[in-house]
Every structure is written in C-alpha cells, then in structure tokens.
C-alpha cells in the first residue's frame, strides 16, 4: 500500500525552488542589463579609435600624395637615330627648333591627359632627353636636304629646342655607338624614382633597349613604347602599350629585326568576292596566331593590342570598337591558300566562325591547313563590319578599324581599300577592354538552311571555333 502524500511538504518544496528560480532570474536580469552596458561602452570605444586610426591614415595619405603628385613629372626619352623628327620641323630655320620642343610638349601633354588623368590634373613637369650625335643627324639631314650643308647644322635648331624648357635636353654623344647606353642608363635611374609617373620610351635599333626594358613587361602604366622610323619586334613582346607621334616623329615599318635591312614585301595576287582587296601588298596581310608560326615573320606597325583576353572587346576613348594587331602571313601560308582556292573559293563563316546560313552556299566547307586561316582572316578584314563601331560581339572577324599600311601612308583611304571612311578615322589607342556580347554570336537555332554546330567547326589544326576567343577576337 502506497504511503501517504504529504501536500504540505512537497508545497513547500515547490515553493522553495520558484524562489530559487526568481532570485536567479534576477541575477541574470542584472548580469545581462551589465553586459548590455559593457557591449555599449566597448563599441562606442571601437568605434572612437578605428575613426581616429582612418583619419590618421587618410591624412597620411593625402600628405604623402599631395607631396608626390607635387612633385611629379614625365619622362620622354629619345634616340635621336631611331626616333627622326618630322620634315616640316627641320626646314623651319628660325624657329624649328623651339616648334619641334612645343609641339612635341602638346602631344605629350594629350597623352598624359587620356592615360594618366590623375597626373594631368595636378602640376607636373614633362622632362625631355634626346640623346643623338649631332654630327651624325646633321650629315642625314644635309643628305635629305632638309638644312643647309654643315657638319653641325643641326646646332641651332637643338639649342633652340633646349631654351623651350628647363627640362627640355638635346645631349650631343659624339658617337652614335653611346646613344644606347646612355638612354638604358638614364631608363634604369628614372624608373627608381617615384616622383617619375610615367616614361615614354623613345628608342629603337638596339639590342640594349630591349634587356633594359624587359624588367618592366606589361607595366603598362609605368611604360609606353613610342615607334620612329625603325623598331624591333623585340620590343613588341613585353606588353607594353605602343602608340605613335605622328605630329613629331616619323613612323615607318616595324623590322624583324634591328640590324639587318628591311626586305621590301612582294605584291602578292588574291583573288576575292570583294574587289577592292583584288591585289593587295603583303604589309597588309595580317594574322594574331603567331605561336605556330614563324617568329622572325614581320608584324604590321601598330598600336593596337597584340593579345586578346577572354570575353572582352577593345574599345578606345570614344567607345568605338578595336582590333587586335595582326601578324602577316608566311610565303608557305598563301601559297596553302592558293592551293585550296583553285577549285573553289572558300566559305569565310564556316571557316572562321563555325556556321553557313544559306542552304545555296557553293563556297568550299572542307577541311583546311592551320596556315590557310590567316588569308581567310584578311579578306574578312577587307569588309567592314555591319555593325561598325558599336560593335560588341565575340565572334566578329571583319573589321572596325584599317590596319593597312598603304592607307596610312596615304593619311587616309587608299584606292583599293574596301573599309568605310570612318574606319580611317578611328583612334587606336585603346582605353579600356569591355565585356564581350555573347548574344551576339550567332546559334544553331537562329540560323536558316544548313548549320554547322560550332563545335564542330575545326580551326587551326582541330581546335574548335567555340574557342575563337583564344585564337582571333576582333
């Protein structure tokens, strides 16, 4: 038999225990009212010191800028040899000298403004060397009859040019074989210094520049290469920009090499649907897959990009579209392309953008040799683009500037060139890569008649045309 329950008791028990609880609950009321408070007071503390710490450090910062940019300059460096001043600015006998400095001031000047705007805002000196002998510049232009005869004529015009600026220096070597050594020296110093924003390199024809330059490949914001009359292509492997001074230098081809002679490019006969491309030079045959080809094949003169990236387009300051710079072809890679082309002309979309879209199409879909591609690639490049500068697509072959070295010696549109006006018009220098438009490279689904799925489409020895963007973007 069960004992009695004793209600009184277990009352009391339950009593007990719900004033144990209460007067816990009060403590923890009290710790947690206590510990909201700490929180409080440590918050408010953190905030106070990280405050003064961020003020502290962007007062640093701004003094050290200001005292940086205060004391900023550019640097153009010049080999006299390589880097020849314009005609117009030599027959000046009075004032040629100080119009050469001025002028090539506003060129440096409008470049800085468009690459450099935060130095163009601020004060900040642009310092000119040009390193050359002076006898040697004076007998070439005598020989040119751009001056009258002298051993020195040129003395004039380069001490007119050195009263423009302070930190405009023309430095007579003596001997033309100094040039190179003083300019890397000059380029190693200058580069070590921090107020040096930004070098503008001048120079070409010399084993020298290239080793001196290769410790900054791709500093694109440290570095730009400028062209003259001569190049390496050396120097077009380190990812540096390369823009030209058409106001104040000549340009002329790019060379293989800096010490043997320019070979003279045959004209080469192709025969095309579009008939402003019927004979073209071969300075205007152009190519971008240069990895399976020859190295020494020399390369247009440009300032355009020499490699593409990944789902992006090059576009300069106005937003208009730009090209990759091209590689020309091989003698063995037209030939290839004559070979293949005497039965039948070949189908440029199939072949460089994986699809036809006519049922009709009598143009050849068959296999072809890695090197037939780059001819395909210029006669693509001999049609502007539908869409011209807007432009935005991945898979464009065809063109929205003109590459073509006739034009460009013409100032403007050669005869046989089939690109617009506009597109000779159009600034190279590219001002930023801007995400490709993968809309509008053209389906399966979109395409009427016979479709060759892109993937399927060989280019360049198997690798399929979906890759495009690794091999040609335009």
Known sequence: MAAPIDSVKQGDELQCLYVEGRAIQRALATLASNHGVYLKKYNDTSERIHANLVDAQKASIVTVAKTSIKNAFVLVLIDGTSHKFVDDLY?????????????????????????????????????????????????????????????????????????????FDFVDTGDEGHVPTKITENLRWHMAIEHCKHVFFCAAGSPKYHIALKPYHGQTKRVTIVTGSIADVEICTLGLHMISFARVFKVGPLNATSNTTAIKPASIEVTVPNPSAISVPATSLIHVNSASRNAGAPILSSILPMRARHGRVPINLAKQRLDLQMQLPTPAELQAYKDHTKIQELCIDFHLRGYYTTKECELSHGTLLSGVYCVLQYKALGTPCSEGSGCRSSNCVYAHICQKDECARAGGKAVLCGLTEAMHKVDPYVAEWVAANSSAMQSSASIQGNVLPVTTAPMNGGVPAAYMDDLISF
Request: aromatic share 8%.
């Open 91 to 167: 027959r000046s006998k009075q004032s040629g000298g100080a119009a050469t400095a001025k002028r090539l001031r506003e060129v440096v000047s409008e470049r800085v403004a468009a690459m450099l705007p935060a130095i163009a805002r601020s004060e900040y000196s642009i310092v000119v060397k040009i390193f050359a002998c002076l006898k040697t510049l004076s007998s070439r232009a005598v020989a040119e009859k751009l001056v009258a005869p002298g051993h020195r004529s040129l003395a004039f015009h380069f001490a007119e040019f050195n009263k423009v600026s302070p930190f």
